[in-house]
C-alpha cells in the first residue's frame, strides 16, 4: 500500500508541474512591435552570407587578383585534400584509399561553366558532398575562378567563353 501511496503522490507531483506556458503564448501580428528585441522590432534579419534555398545564388563577381587569391586560400582548405595542389585528384584522401576525385584539367570541366562549377561545389557532385554549409557563396565564386587559373596553368587552352 505504501508503494501505491508513494507512486501516486509523485504522479500528482509530475502533473501539478504541468503548465500550458508553451501552449498560452501572446500572438504577434506581423511587423508588430514586440518587446523581444530593444528596438521593438517584430523580427530580426538573416546573418551575412546566408542564401534561402529557393532564392538564385550570388551573381559570379568579375576576375581580379585578390579574388584569385581569395580562391587559391579557399582552394588549400576546402578542395586539396581530395583534389591536390594542382588539381590532378592526388590528395591526401586518395593516398589513403578513397577513390580519386576526376582531374580538374579534363576537357569536360574545361568545358564546364563557371555556373555549373558553382553548382558542384554547392550542392556536390559523385562522391563530393555539398561545400554550401560550409563555403560562403562569395568563396564559391572565388574557388571557381581558381579552378580556371588552375586549368589554364596545366592546360594552357582553360576556356575563356565559359566564365572565369
Known sequence: MRVWRA???AALGLLAACDLSMRKQRRYDTLASAELWADGAAARHAPDDT???DQ???AQP????A???RGRERYAIYCIPCHGETGRGDGAIVQRGFPPPPDLARADLRQASAQQLYDAISNGYGLMYPFSDRVAP????????YLRALQLARNGDANPGAGA
Open 56 to 58: 538564385p545564388t550570388s
Open 67 to 69: 579574388l584569385l587569391a
Open 138 to 145: 562569395a568563396d564559391r565564386w572565388a574557388i571557381v575562378a
Open 7 to 9: 507512486i501516486a503522490l
Open 62 to 65: 568579375p576576375v581580379t587578383a
Open 51 to 53: 542564401v534561402a534555398q
